[in-house]
């Protein structure tokens, strides 16, 4: 892998140490040209003219395709989103719910998950039971502790894939088996995942998998994907009902015949072609590195910088230190220090961080365009923060 020229690719590595990728991903400049070439074909040519309008039809499938290919996926299976939660929020109230079914999800969850859950008890009387995991346990605990959650009134197993608060890592294809023996389907949060790790869904025996498209991949903003297993697909109800969720209609009498086993009934009627073209951009300049090895360099990355920091007296990681449940993102805790002080300190030394809550921590993300020298750098700077306390 050619850091040189990957940084080159990334303008914003000429500025600063960008370490909060988990929050959105710093585009390369051909994500950028690639929307505002659409932006400019629309505005000069029109965005609904007999030109425009296969050329838009042609993005959303690149995009569809794309996807599939970085998911491992049947393209069928693919829904175009507008974000992480959009997809979450289509499986989780396209399901048919019945009072007394119950979700398990876990105590460490980003509100994306954990509120759509909350609110199917007010809306549906589905019972919420929560596993209490701690990011240092272990494979054996994490899965101990989520089996003894599950019950017969198991619906639903809704997690996040990595912790966007600690990095921990499900292990999920075993999580997936342990909700299939009950009769439950998995539905993952990959929010920190697509761009940071490879993924399979046939693999991971996934039922539904949400992703951005702005995170790790460093697409844009108001872009997102989600995967259904096909067979499902009948199973999700749309909830937001366009044009592509039926096949036919009549006004006279009403009569409707819905769409039910292509993922093109989730879509929403409008949509931006140059978002998606921007997204199937990010896509293919991460394709072109492979899947494998950009997931090996950011755990490098990581396992690099946890070495530095438990070095520095004062300062207590909060993230798993095991590979297999870690991930490119690294949290600890500086002694004496509120995680907001210790984002600001940095920011002021040109550091890009962020604080999170569970538990109190401040995150560092190793992006494969990060570099050995930042690593160093960083935890110089943390070092004598944590001195100064």
Request: aromatic fraction near 4%; include cysteine; glycine fraction near 8%.
């Amino acid at each position: 892998m050619d850091i040189a020229r990957i940084r080159e690719a990334i303008p914003v590595t000429r500025n600063l140490v960008y370490m909060n990728t988990g929050w959105s991903g710093p585009s390369p400049q051909r994500v950028t040209q690639r929307i505002n070439d659409q932006l400019a074909y629309e505005m000069e040519r029109g965005p609904a003219t007999l030109d425009a309008l296969p050329r838009s039809r042609a993005v959303h499938e690149e995009l569809s395709r794309a996807v599939a290919g970085l998911l491992h996926a049947p393209e069928e299976s693919i829904a175009l989103t507008q974000s992480t939660t959009h997809g979450l929020v289509t499986v989780v109230n396209g399901l048919d719910w019945r009072a007394g079914d119950e979700v398990v999800t876990c105590s460490l969850e980003h509100p994306s998950v954990l509120l759509p859950s909350l609110l199917l008890q007010k809306s549906h009387g589905v019972r919420v039971r929560i596993a209490d995991l701690d990011p240092q346990d272990d494979k054996a605990t994490l899965l101990s502790k989520l089996e003894a959650q599950l019950s017969p009134r198991t619906r639903l197993v809704f997690l996040s894939h990595i912790q966007f608060s600690n990095g921990l890592r499900l292990p999920a294809r075993e999580v997936a088996q342990m909700a299939h023996r009950r009769g439950a389907f998995l539905l993952l949060d990959g929010a920190q995942c697509a761009g940071q790790i490879a993924l399979d869904m046939g693999e991971m025996d996934c039922d539904f998998y949400a992703m951005p498209g702005h995170k790790w991949l460093m697409g844009p903003d108001g872009t997102g994907a989600l995967y259904l297993r096909p067979e499902l697909i009948p199973q999700v109800a749309p909830r937001y009902p366009a044009h592509g969720a039926v096949e036919s209609w009549d006004v006279a009498t009403g009569a409707v015949t819905l769409q039910t086993a292509s993922p093109r009934k989730f879509r929403l009627s409008t949509t931006s072609t140059a978002l998606e073209a921007g997204m199937a951009e990010a896509i293919a300049f991460q394709q072109e590195l492979g899947s494998h090895e950009i997931e090996a360099r950011a755990m490098a990355l990581a396992a690099r910088l946890m070495r530095t920091l438990k070095s520095i007296p004062g300062l207590r990681l909060t993230c798993p230190e095991d590979p297999e449940l870690g991930s490119a993102l690294v949290t600890f805790a500086v002694a004496g220090k509120e995680p907001r002080q210790v984002v600001e300190m940095l920011w002021g030394r040109g550091i890009a961080a962020r604080q999170v809550p569970t538990p109190p921590a401040v995150r560092l993300c190793t992006a494969f365009f990060n570099t050995e020298e930042e690593v160093e750098r960083v935890g110089a700077v943390l070092a004598e923060l944590a001195g100064s306390a």
